[in-house]
Structure formats: structure tokens, C-alpha cells
């Protein structure tokens, strides 16, 4: 799907504000409502737009903790490959996981309590996962900087 500017309009302001009414979202991008909404129909439809959620304050639920891990596997043959990446989508602690290039195979973060529930994350979950001969981590200090915006371009 080609995007214009109205689109862009749309996506931008569900970015900032998910919950929008179509009324609100329809001002806002100056287009009547039935316009507007065969326009978010279409998006929708087009897997533009993915899906709506609700951002939690990891905070506020009890996980403040955001660690980095590297993850290495013995080997990088394709059924190595996705035996990692079925099992890891079953860890619920794992926010985001990556397949990188460079000396480590996967990239994950994953959200905490603390560095005790890290330990257990680690021993029970993340050393077991199929194929995994090397696990380093980083504890993030401090977020500076945590976007769910998409630098949208015309």
C-alpha cells in the first residue's frame, strides 16, 4: 500500500493516541468521518496497522529491570535457528528478540524485578532455550529514551 500525506496524518496521531475517537481523529487530519474511516479500514486491512494495545509502565507492574542479552548458539543451521526462536517466544519475560549479524546470533531484551529474578530468568529459561552456548547480559541503568512512534515520511 502507497501512503500519502493523510495516512501518514492518521498513523501519527494513533501513534501518539491509540484511543482516539474516529470523530477526534477525523478532525484532527481535516477529513469528514466516513473518509476517514474507509481510510483507517484500509490501513487496517493492509497490515499497516498491526494492531491496538495499551502501554504498561513496566515500573508500575513490578518490572523495572530492562537487561540486555546477547545469546550465541553452537550452531547456525536453520532448524537451530527456529528451534531458538519457537522456544524463546515462550519465555513471557522476553520483550524483543532479534536475529543479528556480528558474534552474537540473537539479540533480546527482557524486563525484570531485579537482578535476583534476572538469576532465575537465566538458570531456568535462557541457558535452557535449544541450542544456546553463550548467554551475556547488561543491565540497563536508566532509559533515556524509549519511542513507540514510527518517523513516519511522505
Given amino acids: 500500500m502507497k501512503l500519502d500525506r493523510v495516512d501518514n496524518q492518521i498513523l501519527a ?40 494495545v495499551a502501554l504498561v509502565n513496566q515500573a508500575r507492574v513490578g518490572l523495572p529491570g530492562n537487561v540486555f542479552v546477547s545469546i550465541t548458539l ?19 519475560e522476553v520483550m524483543e528478540c532479534y536475529l543479528m549479524t556480528g558474534q552474537q546470533d ?10 535476583a ?16 552456548a553463550r548467554v551475556q547480559s547488561s543491565f540497563a541503568l536508566r532509559t533515556v529514551r524509549k519511542g513507540n512512534e514510527l518517523p513516519l515520511r511522505d
Avoid at 21 to 47: D, I, K
Avoid at 120 to 131: A, E, K, N, Y
Fill in 13 to 52: 496521531a494513533l501513534q501518539r493516541a491509540g484511543r482516539l475517537s474516529n470523530r477526534e481523529l477525523a478532525e484532527q487530519v481535516h477529513l469528514s468521518e466516513s473518509a476517514c474511516l474507509r481510510r483507517m479500514r484500509a490501513l487496517e486491512e493492509a497490515g499497516v496497522i498491526d494492531r491496538y
Fill in 74 to 92: 553452537n550452531r547456525q543451521e536453520q532448524a537451530d535457528l527456529a528451534a531458538f526462536e519457537e522456544a524463546v517466544k515462550r519465555v513471557p
Fill in 106 to 115: 540473537y539479540l533480546l531484551r527482557v524486563v525484570v524485578s531485579d537482578p
Fill in 117 to 132: 529474578d534476572f538469576e532465575r530468568l537465566h538458570s531456568q529459561h535462557l541457558t535452557r532455550l535449544p541450542g544456546v
